[in-house]
């Protein structure tokens, strides 16, 4: 399996969805992994996994 790993700015422009999208899907779970005193890095497939399982889907934009 290919895990890219992301962070914010770059999982952004790889699911092409604004900062407020972004921030929306964090609040509902989206999942993130993180090292002590350090920022959120994302996996690519876990974090389309995650969408696909919470009942999003891609037009132009993410949606429920």
Request: aromatic share 16%; charged share 20%.
């Amino acid at each position: 399996m290919n895990q890219l790993i992301l962070n914010g700015k770059k999982l952004r422009e790889a699911l092409n969805i604004s900062t407020t999208t972004f921030y929306k899907f964090r609040k509902a779970g989206m999942p993130y992994h993180q090292f002590p005193s350090s920022r959120a890095y994302y996996i690519l497939d876990e974090v389309e996994t995650w969408l696909s399982k919470s009942g999003y889907h891609q037009e132009t934009t993410w949606n429920k």
